[in-house]
């Protein structure tokens, strides 16, 4: 990594708010460049608290924004940080109104010239595309970054029509505890703790919402812009991580886009920006790379034809992507895997072909045991240790193996794979789960995707639709996306599990199938052999904010495990979400996080899954006599009818409990 200290334009920062036309002020910190021309706006729009949780993230982009050229603006949403307002949903209308009304507002300084552009990782890349769907005149160009399209079945709350635990879960206690948050002192003023009591008495779990649409419907519709790609105008540049959930977005942006105003990127990262340098790797320079692509769409010419020295559209490939070579498994890399950059200027690319693999051998029973799953890897990770799957043999041993042997050429595949089972059930429901492994000759088992179907939902996400007892159907569902070249003297395994927790809430009543090859098959999209040129900057950032992390003497968990109660029969996962400890900030902020995610499950009960987080923040401000404490207590089973959520949620302001509600409810689970 590099970081620079000397740019084009000297730059300067202030904080203000952002006035909306209901009187709500936004909370904003930009940085501008010293100069008397307008210039182009970058506007990064999340709930992640500038001032505090994303605080050392911006300095890295911000200001080297600002530094070629740009007024480069982060704002915290309504209800979140300093803010004013109060919380809503993650997918709601008003979020993205208030988006679509600060870029406005942004093109109307005399500081800008009337251009925006609009970027975000995760939720705030999700708001980007979700603002862009709104067409506002003034945002010409977008980067979106690890983020869904597609908020019911790409963004970790279904999965294939299934309810997920570690998704859903652990994703409703860390929205309570994001938003259960006070605005800053330093920052609101005397204010600060009657917003903070508003916004504790508009808290309300995510998950009821969550759970009362466990279909398909209007509520989702809403919540994606009515999933029309064609709405979006300003020109996209689609970035994803193999290891990321919601690669596919990717994907589907640039095979639905008009191909003059987008462009796509994967590359073999986590959660994270390209340039992180967190593991697996290589980071390239992607601050080079969106500054390319600002230029393109904001200082040259309306449609993007000509800028920063461009003549003609934009130079890069339609679609660059990594493809991985083999490793052994590992749940983290000190170096980066082996691979190679490949590109293509149309997709579906004419160089990939979809190759079937047919499944072979007598009907097999597929009935896995409940804790198969234990195996997955973090649902979202994040660049830490343990976050990808380790070595799948265990996983394989529970589940039904078919393998392809590679032949003297490698093969690599870049895409969606699709598998097509023909299943026979005995009982109402079930769910059926592929993954594809890379096999080396010693039997080490790398995963390189997977996929699930909730067997209700095998005629469309929109309906559930029990099965037949005791009758044969077949169906057919798509895998994540991957990029991967399997060596010669590999296998490729597909193996099919009737169960994947604590990725997949179990369903009541399953109890597995049998699984006839005779019809079934494996597709994948085998990519032919190219000699691609690709290559990236080196990573570089602005300098660093200078965030400190005390030293403890005090024994850290390990970020994950998993234990086996042998005489109960009983499996137990342990993982932490957020392992930052106690970072403190150059005003003199304290900032503590601790969380502890857990998931049980007794081996052969899938009524016995439990799931429980707790998540405990502290805020404190020495100077200013200030010490905030919000505590989080999620925790969710299921009977053979409902799921059981409970929630609570104390917060303290010194020794004073300022706020303690607690939630309990029993929501029905979704009937064919």
């Known amino acids: 990594m590099r970081i620079r200290t000397e740019f084009p334009y000297e730059t300067v920062h202030t904080d203000l708010r952002i006035p909306l036309p209901d009187g709500i002020g936004l909370y904003a910190r930009l940085w501008r460049p010293v100069t008397d021309e307008p210039v182009p706006a970058l506007l990064e729009y999340a709930p992640d608290r500038l001032t505090d949780t994303s605080a050392a993230r911006d300095a890295q982009r911000h ?3 600002a530094g070629h050229g740009y007024a480069s603006i982060r704002v915290d949403v309504r209800g979140h940080g300093n803010s004013e307002g ?21 093109a109307r300084q005399p500081w800008c010239n009337g251009r925006v552009g609009m970027f975000g990782i995760g939720r705030g890349g999700r708001s980007a595309l979700r603002v862009a769907a709104l067409t506002p005149k003034a945002l010409r160009a977008v980067v979106t970054v690890c983020a869904t399209d597609d908020p019911y079945d ?13 998704g859903l879960h652990a994703g409703n206690a860390a929205l309570l505890a994001d938003a259960a948050r006070p605005p800053d002192p330093r920052f609101a003023g005397d204010a600060w703790r009657t917003q903070w009591l508003q916004r504790l008495e508009a808290l309300s779990p995510p ?6 649409h466990q279909l398909r419907d209007h509520h989702w519709q809403h919540a994606s812009g009515g999933g ?15 290891h990321d959930p919601y690669r596919d977005t990717v994907l589907r942006l640039v095979g639905h886009l008009p191909p003059e105003r987008v462009r796509g990127l994967i590359g073999p990262w986590p959660h994270e920006y390209p340039d992180s340098g967190l593991p697996p790797g290589p980071a390239i320079g992607f601050l080079q790379e969106t500054l390319r692509w600002w230029d393109r769409w904001l200082k040259g010419d309306s449609d993007g034809s000509s800028g920063a020295g461009d003549t003609g559209g934009p130079a890069e490939p339609l679609l660059r992507s990594w493809i991985g070579g083999a490793h052994p498994p590992a749940t983290a890399y000190t170096e980066p895997p082996t691979g190679r950059w490949v590109s293509d200027d149309v997709w579906p690319s004419p160089r990939t072909t979809v190759v079937p693999y047919a499944l072979g051998g007598p009907p097999v029973v597929v009935d896995s045991p409940q804790h198969t799953g234990m195996d997955a890897g973090r649902f979202r990770p994040l660049g830490q240790d343990a976050d990808l799957p380790p070595d799948q043999r265990a996983e394989d041993a529970r589940s039904a193996c078919f393998e392809f042997p590679v032949g003297d050429e490698a093969i690599e595949v870049l895409g969606r794979p699709r598998v097509t089972l023909r299943l026979r059930l005995d009982v109402p429901y079930g769910q059926a789960v592929a993954r594809i492994c890379d096999i080396a000759p ?11 179907l909730d067997l209700a939902a095998r005629h469309g996400r929109d309906r559930a639709v029990k099965w037949p007892p005791g009758s044969t159907e077949e169906v057919s569902f798509e895998l994540g996306a991957m990029g991967h070249g399997f060596p010669p003297g590999h296998r490729i395994r597909l193996a099919v599990s009737s169960a994947y927790w604590p990725w997949i809430w179990p369903r009541a009543g399953a109890a597995g199938f049998t699984l006839d090859p005779d019809g079934s098959r494996l597709e994948l999209p085998v990519r032919e052999p190219t000699a691609d040129t690709i290559t990236f900057d080196e990573p570089e950032h602005a300098e660093p904010l200078g965030v400190s992390v005390p030293a403890t003497l005090d024994a850290q968990p390990p970020p994950l495990l998993v234990t086996r109660d042998v005489a109960e029969g009983e499996w137990r996962m342990e ?11 150059p005003d003199g902020l304290e900032l503590t996080e601790q969380a502890l995610e857990t998931y049980t499950i007794h081996e052969d009960d899938p009524l016995s899954a439990r799931a429980r987080t707790r998540w405990t923040v502290r805020l404190h401000r020495p100077e200013l006599s200030w010490d905030v404490r919000i505590e989080i207590r999620s925790e969710m089973s299921c009977d053979a009818a409902s799921f059981r959520t409970s929630d609570e949620v104390v917060c ?3 020794t004073e409990i300022v706020f303690h509600r607690t939630w309990e409810k029993r929501i029905p689970r979704l009937e064919g």
């Open 63 to 65: 200001p080297w924004y």
């Open 86 to 106: 109060l919380p809503g949903d993650a997918r709601d209308a008003t979020e993205i109104v208030d988006g679509a009304e600060v870029v406005g507002w942004l």
């Open 154 to 166: 790409n963004d970790g709350i279904f999965l294939g029509g299934a309810v997920t635990a570690a």
């Open 207 to 212: 998950v009821h919402t969550w759970l009362s």
């Open 228 to 242: 029309d790609h064609g709405a979006v105008e300003a020109a996209v540049l689609a970035v994803g991580g193999w």
């Open 442 to 452: 010693d039997g080490a088992a790398t995963l390189v995707s997977r996929g699930v």
């Open 575 to 585: 993982c932490d979400p957020c392992p930052r400890g106690t970072q403190v900030f």
């Open 652 to 654: 303290r302001h010194g």
